[in-house]
């Protein structure tokens, strides 16, 4: 029997839109960086490129994560906590070699999975927003940091922690590495593996996720564990970077995670979106950033300009996709 | 008695107020019991003397709220109102009267930006709100990045005030409160708050002026931060880009403490006043106990989670 | 001659690349109830929204009791006395009933402040008029679906109507409900209301209305008294062209083979009390009965959403001893739900996405999903099952209702081996795919598929079933055959009332 509906948009015209929606972020990162060269003839020598990616990489862990927790439905604004927490963390050992490393990675995995088990289980189980419940896991650990350490932390850490931020490995910063490693393996399960789908099915419709068989309360509880997770090795990094501890390591990390990730196209609405487009989104966010020093702004010229960067792309997406 | 049983699971609401009112005695009772110079005159004094800010913010987002959206720039908001404040009244200290109509005029125009940009760009009040609060105090810290400015002695008397004990700012606090509660209860733009934030669509269908609304609430939002700022102004003497950055998320607990949740609708702001009682309270008694202020913060935390547990459970019976 | 409460000439409506009104005349008499009907997508909603302030027209004219107008809010219209009720009903389900209906009308004091003793007064008075018993303080969102209907259609006595417009009012209701519906409808006719009625329900036009229209791709396609169409012609008109047979014929002998689903004495909550029937390969087995009667509360409880308190259910002499969606999907058991929005589909994912939902361990390889392999099942289901769509990437939002629905179709025929359950399957779906629909079902119950089909429209419910069991108040009240059916014997049965010390101690238990 024909068709008797009413005609349908045509798939190109979809296509085109997705596709206009991944590479519209790539012109605009290409034109910012042509503009950052014209302007600044410092911007594309070298020791500043890697210096702007040296910086964007802990804060690409994070957003790998925060993805995760936005795609179904949620947002976590513990990470920054989290990121703080685990480098007070790091310096419980009072370790002053390197040998002690491993272990500090691996009590930072597991202190994060705890606290995004504690997250999710709080969204998916009790109910309580995903807003509220990482805003109280953020006050939380704030309060346990700050309680462990008397407020001045002291900062004893392995000499090894520098090579997070200024190694390399066959000249490629190693912090980069592990970004890539980590993109892509979380893309990987995002965008290939069967937990992926069902973490799309729940951020599309938790309801019908559930009548197809997928258990949304479970889905929930890992992509936040997935979240701490990444922020907790994120936070390792950011301290490499940092060289020293402070109660503050990361701070502002959990609204520029969620920042960067809108401007990369994914949704607050949950069940759309694409890790490595919300890379792009990162590397814009901390182009402009870089940027505005370069062009001798003062650095409050950052948060204006972010402001308006976060509110313009959202309302972008918006309307590419309405 | 069946039909009070029915008007109280009507109105679930009253219960989510008696648990907190439940919580309040008993912090008073403990209160009295672990330190002798808790129940006093004095202290109450301080107390209300603390929690008119808050009180102040946390009115002003459960407008919002209630509308189902949420305001993030209240904090970078109050701490630009007194930067503007108390510069303005260190050039002019005999121009207070119109230093104080014009910050409010400015905080209400920046809240109704808010609203304004929610419904013509069709984005998320979260991210409007966090986007504007990032503008506000990135241009606020550009203008100066330190304290500074001044009030004239009158302003800094009436922020110390007493009447018959008790701290006129205090006084002022409930009266606001007590108004805004007549006009949410039984005023038809007030009502409408409630039919917009249940259900928008609906509002649109029954032809109200939801976007009138909508800007209406973030603007009475952005009033209620610049009077904040100014009882801040008044008390602490100057302007301070900063001091607002914790008063955005402080400025949520009261109001999901009362009742009022997230998904709008549901709620009032007599919660929002119990809840700032009950927060500001609670760390005022941590305080007497010399309990660390980084416990409080852990306490902070498991009092949302505990009373949005709550509210959310009853929800579902 | 009269004049008309409203009379719309030659209105166009044009949209880049769409034109869903295309000059059409349309005019309402003062008591007159006059039908609507149309496919999905002939331009109904679009008609409706022009004579209510939603839309604007690019062309044409309108005339609102003789005088010419063109509105330019709903609330404008509201204003001069149109009522437009629509099918997603503007209701506020935290509040109560007689704020609800006093939305923007509320009863004010001397010194300007809302009453809220006048505001339940007016409220009941209102409802009183409409002859309906329901609390004034009561929240939306604790009413029975038809009483919120009753809601919205107060809200319409609050100001004075003049034209009523009711879009698919009976989509969710049945029965003696629409009985009730109808009565009101009849009685504001009296009064000399203009009534705009849509449904895709032809039985009622043939009862409730006076005239009718028929809109077919943008067109008036044929109007005039009802009695002067029947209801073949008025299909035809909609359709464009014959359906010849709108009902597949049955299955000549009755299905064999051991049950495939067996319930017994089920009990769940206070909807489900005591139901017990069974289900063989091939047949298609009908569930009638008011909304309420428990009929969507049994399917949750067999597809292991809804808890079990008592009972037992058998899937092929099994018992399953884990009641969630995945067993019953692992089962060969689907499950296509009455809300396809909220719970059927992804709206946001591809079409693939959406067939695939209940079967991803089909298509998953070492952990990851086989894209090439998901791709080719889904363009075999969008084949199968004719859906309109260019590919298999097509995000299932941008489908039209008809199509979604196939969708969904396509999803479940290949999980549901053995059983499929379908709750209201033509909801919001025109003529011409409900035909579609049919021949469907009746295929997959040629497969050996045993369908358990639930649905408010008799003539469905008739047409398709081979066995109908009729379920009033959490019962089973009887089965009559297909073949010999009529709608007389199925309603009732269905508000047959149970004897009095059944039903005291059902309502006992409700107040408990």
Redesign the interface.
């Known amino acids: 029997m024909a068709p008797l509906e009413t005609p349908l948009p045509r798939s190109r015209g979809v296509s085109v839109a997705s596709i206009f929606e991944r590479y519209g972020l790539i012109v605009f990162l290409v034109a910012l960086l042509l503009v950052a060269a014209v302007l600044s003839p410092t911007f594309l020598r070298p020791a500043n490129l890697v210096n702007v990616l040296t910086i964007a990489a802990p804060l690409g862990m994070v957003v790998v994560g925060q993805i995760f927790v936005i795609l179904v439905r949620g947002l976590d604004l513990s990470v920054a906590s989290l990121m703080a927490t685990v480098a007070v963390l790091a310096t419980a050992f009072k370790a002053t070699t390197n040998d002690a490393i491993p272990m500090i990675f691996a009590a930072a995995i597991a202190f994060s999975a705890v606290v995004g088990l504690v997250n999710g289980w709080l969204v998916a189980k009790r109910d309580v927003s995903p807003f509220l419940a990482t805003l109280a896991m953020m006050i939380i650990l704030q309060g346990v940091r700050f309680a462990y350490t008397g407020g001045a932390p002291i900062s004893t850490l392995p000499p090894g922690m520098g090579f997070l931020a200024s190694g390399r490995i066959l000249g490629i910063p190693v912090n980069l590495i592990t970004l890539a490693l980590l993109a892509i393996v979380f893309g990987i399960v995002l965008h290939r593996s069967r937990l992926g789908r069902e973490i799309f099915m729940v951020g599309s419709n938790p309801k019908a996720a559930f009548l197809n068989g997928v258990a949304p309360d479970r889905v929930i509880i890992l992509c936040h564990v997935i979240c701490s997770v990444c922020a907790g090795i994120g936070g390792l990094f950011l301290l490499g970077y940092v060289g020293t501890v402070s109660n503050w390591v990361g701070q502002g990390y959990e609204l520029d995670s969620i920042v960067a990730a809108v401007m990369g196209g994914v949704a607050l609405t949950g069940g759309r979106g694409n890790i490595f487009v919300a890379l792009l989104g990162v590397a814009v966010l901390v182009v402009i950033n870089n940027l505005v020093l370069l062009l001798g702004f003062p650095i409050e010229m950052q948060l204006i300009i972010k402001g308006i960067i976060i509110i313009g792309a959202a309302a972008f997406y918006r309307t590419r996709l309405a | 008695m069946s039909a009070v049983v029915a008007e109280f699971r009507r109105n679930r609401l009253s219960l989510s107020y008696v648990i907190v009112v439940a919580l309040l005695i008993l912090l008073v009772a403990a209160g009295g019991f672990l330190s002798d110079r808790f129940l006093t005159w004095r202290n109450f004094g301080n107390l209300f003397q603390q929690l008119v800010v808050l009180g102040m913010v946390s009115l002003g987002q459960t407008f919002v709220v209630l509308l189902g959206g949420i305001d993030l720039a209240v904090g970078s908001l109050v701490g630009a109102s007194t930067v503007f404040i108390a510069h303005f009244l260190e050039w002019r200290p005999d121009l207070l009267w119109l230093a104080l109509p014009l910050a409010l005029i400015a905080a209400t125009a920046i809240g109704a930006l808010n609203g304004l940009l929610t419904i013509v760009l069709r984005v998320h009040p979260l991210i409007v709100t966090l986007g504007m609060s990032s503008i506000i105090f990135g241009a606020t810290l550009m203008y100066d990045k330190e304290p500074g400015g001044s009030v004239p002695r009158g302003l800094a008397d009436f922020s110390y005030a007493n009447l018959w004990g008790i701290p006129v700012t205090a006084i002022v606090l409930v009266a606001i409160f007590a108004l805004a509660g007549l006009w949410l209860q039984r005023s038809r733009s007030g009502r409408s708050i409630y039919f917009v934030g249940g259900d928008r669509e609906a509002a649109r269908l029954n032809g109200l002026p939801v976007n009138r609304i909508v800007v209406m609430a973030y603007a009475l939002s952005g009033l209620c931060a610049g009077l904040a700022a100014i009882f801040l102004t008044a008390r602490t003497g100057v302007g301070d880009p900063r001091i607002g950055t914790a008063l955005t998320l402080q400025s949520i607990t009261p109001v999901v403490v009362g009742g009022t949740i997230l998904a709008g609708g549901r709620g009032g702001v007599l919660g929002t006043l119990l809840g700032v009682l009950l927060v500001t309270m609670l760390n005022n008694l941590l305080n007497f106990l010399n309990v660390s202020s980084y416990y409080q913060w852990v306490i902070q935390g498991l009092i949302i989670i505990v009373a949005v547990s709550i509210h959310t459970t009853r929800r579902r019976q | 001659m009269v004049t008309p409460v409203i009379e719309l000439s030659r209105i166009e409506k044009e949209y880049p ?2 034109k869903p009104l295309d000059r059409v005349d349309f005019a309402v008499r003062p008591g007159e109830i006059h039908a609507l009907l149309g ?3 002939a331009g109904k909603s679009t008609l409706i929204r022009v004579m209510g302030g939603a839309i604007r027209p690019n062309g044409g004219s309108m005339t609102y009791l003789g005088k010419p107008v063109s509105w330019q ?3 404008q219209a ?1 204003a001069a006395g149109i009522h ?1 009720i ?1 099918q ?9 009933v007689a ?1 609800n209906i006093l ?2 009308a ?1 009863p ?1 004091n001397a010194l ?3 009453s809220g003793r006048a505001r339940h007064a007016r409220a009941a008075e209102i409802l009183a008029q409409l002859g309906v018993k329901i609390s004034t ?3 939306i969102d604790e009413l029975p679906l038809a009483d919120q209907q009753m809601v919205e259609i107060a ?1 319409a006595l609050v100001g004075e109507v003049r034209l009523l417009v009711l879009d698919e009012p009976t989509a969710v209701i049945s029965g003696r409900e629409v009985d009730l519906l109808f009565d009101n409808m009849r009685r504001l006719k009296r009064e000399g209301v203009g009534i705009v009625y849509v449904s895709h329900r032809l039985e009622e036009i043939f009862e409730i209305a006076d005239r009718v229209t028929i809109l077919k791709d943008g067109q008036v396609a044929g109007t005039g008294p009802v009695g002067d169409l029947t209801r073949d012609e008025m299909i035809t008109k909609m ?1 464009g062209r014959r359906l010849e047979q709108i009902y597949p014929a049955r299955r000549k002998a009755p299905a064999g083979g051991p049950d495939i689903l067996k319930i017994s004495n089920l009990r769940a909550g206070h909807r489900v009390r005591d139901v017990s029937f069974a289900i063989r390969p091939g047949e298609v087995v009908g569930i009638a009965g008011m909304v309420g009667s428990g009929r969507t509360e049994v399917a949750e409880v067999i ?1 292991g ?1 809804r808890d079990l308190d008592g009972g037992t259910i058998e899937f092929d002499g099994t018992r399953l001893d884990r009641r ?3 067993e019953a ?2 089962n060969g058991v689907g ?1 296509l ?1 009455e809300n396809r929005k ?8 591809p079409i693939s ?1 959406n067939v695939m ?2 079967d ?2 089909g298509v ?1 390889r070492r ?3 086989d ?1 090439r392999g998901e791709r080719e099942i889904a363009l075999e289901q969008i084949r199968n099952f ?1 859906v ?4 298999p ?3 299932v939002g ?6 979604q629905q196939k969708v969904l179709f396509g999803r479940w025929s290949r999980i549901a081996r053995k059983l499929l359950i379908l709750d209201e399957p033509t909801r919001g779906v ?1 003529i ?2 409900k ?2 629909i049919y021949r469907i079902v009746r295929n997959l119950a040629e497969q050996g598929v045993g369908i358990l089909m639930i649905s408010s429209e008799l003539p469905e419910i008739i047409g398709l079933s081979d066995r109908i069991f009729v379920m009033s108040q959490g019962h089973v009240a009887g089965e009559i055959d297909g073949a010999s059916a009529t709608e007389e014997a199925i309603m009732d049965l269905a508000v047959r009332s149970l004897d009095r010390r059944e039903s005291t101690a059902a309502r006992l238990e409700q107040v408990a």
């Open positions: 690349g769409v496919e999905n997508g809010s709903p609330k509201r437009v629509h997603e009903l503007a209701l506020f389900s935290e509040l109560s704020e939305v923007d509320q004010r300007g402040l809302i303080h009561a929240k809200k359709v597809f959403t969630m969606p995945r999907i692992r499950f739900t909220d719970e059927g589909l992804f709206l946001g994912l996405a939902a209940p991803l361990a998953t952990g990851l999903i894209r004719a309109a769509a260019p590919s990437e097509v995000k941008n489908l039209s209702g008809g199509n025109d011409g795919a035909v579609e």
